[in-house]
């Protein structure tokens, strides 16, 4: 799928992401929702969170985490606080750390909890780019605190990206395991 350009794009793709990925879940069989996720016999997936992330309530308050940081970036520098996207003492080199703490935080929440507050951060996620106009969004250096890209890009990123990757990540844990899907 084409990365999003416009505001119009981005909500849409955004919206069609999330359906897809929440029609697979309802689509996932019991086996393969109670089957702890195992790619360790598949040497493709050398990233970090092939092995981080152990059932959908891992991928999706992974999601949901992402979320909070996008809300929160934009909120408070809406606000006038500057803030960085990461948290401190996260960077882009440093952020798989961030990403097991928030595995580490949620491995007592239920996978009925994790499905709302996805849900309610993706809405909330989706009016944050919908209250922004098409300049705000993909005009690069609109807002100072966005460096060098678009607050588009970061929604782009946390939105449609990555529930493509949440997506590639349960039909390969479905296909692995040869899981039925119903």
Same mark, same amino acid.
């Given at each position: 799928?084409a =990365?999003?350009?416009?505001k @119009?794009?981005?909500?849409v793709?955004a919206e @069609? %992401?999330? #359906?897809?990925?929440?029609?697979?879940? &309802?689509?996932?069989?019991?086996? /393969?929702?109670?089957?702890?996720?195992?790619?360790?016999?598949?040497?493709?997936?050398?990233?970090q *969170?092939w092995s =981080? &992330?152990r059932?959908? =309530?891992d991928?999706?308050?992974h999601?949901?985490e992402? *979320?909070?940081?996008?809300?929160r970036?934009? /909120? #408070?520098?809406m606000?006038?606080?500057?803030?960085?996207?990461?948290? @401190?003492?996260?960077?882009?080199?440093?952020?798989?750390?961030?990403?097991?703490?928030?595995?580490?935080?949620?491995?007592?929440?239920?996978?009925? &909890?994790?499905?709302?507050?996805?849900?309610?951060?993706? %809405?909330?996620a989706?009016?944050?780019?919908?209250?922004h %106009?098409?300049e /705000?969004?993909?005009?690069?250096?609109f807002?100072?605190?966005?460096?060098?890209?678009?607050?588009? %890009?970061?929604?782009?990123?946390?939105?449609?990206s *990555?529930? @493509?990757?949440?997506?590639k990540k349960?039909?390969?844990h479905?296909?692995? *395991?040869?899981?039925? =899907?119903?």
């Amino acid at each position: 799928m084409a =990365r999003p350009k416009t505001k @119009e794009a981005l909500v849409v793709q955004a919206e @069609e %992401s999330f #359906s897809k990925l929440f029609q697979y879940i &309802d689509s996932m069989s019991g086996a /393969a929702l109670n089957t702890e996720f195992d790619f360790s016999n598949d040497k493709s997936k050398k990233e970090q *969170h092939w092995s =981080r &992330d152990r059932n959908l =309530r891992d991928v999706l308050v992974h999601l949901y985490e992402w *979320h909070q940081l996008l809300l929160r970036w934009e /909120a #408070s520098n809406m606000a006038g606080k500057k803030a960085s996207f990461l948290p @401190e003492p996260y960077n882009w080199k440093t952020y798989g750390q961030m990403n097991i703490e928030i595995w580490q935080k949620h491995q007592t929440t239920s996978l009925d &909890d994790a499905k709302l507050l996805v849900q309610q951060s993706h %809405s909330a996620a989706h009016e944050l780019v919908k209250k922004h %106009s098409e300049e /705000a969004l993909f005009t690069k250096q609109f807002f100072d605190w966005t460096g060098t890209t678009t607050l588009g %890009s970061y929604c782009v990123s946390t939105m449609p990206s *990555h529930y @493509e990757w949440a997506l590639k990540k349960l039909k390969a844990h479905v296909k692995m *395991h040869a899981l039925d =899907r119903s």
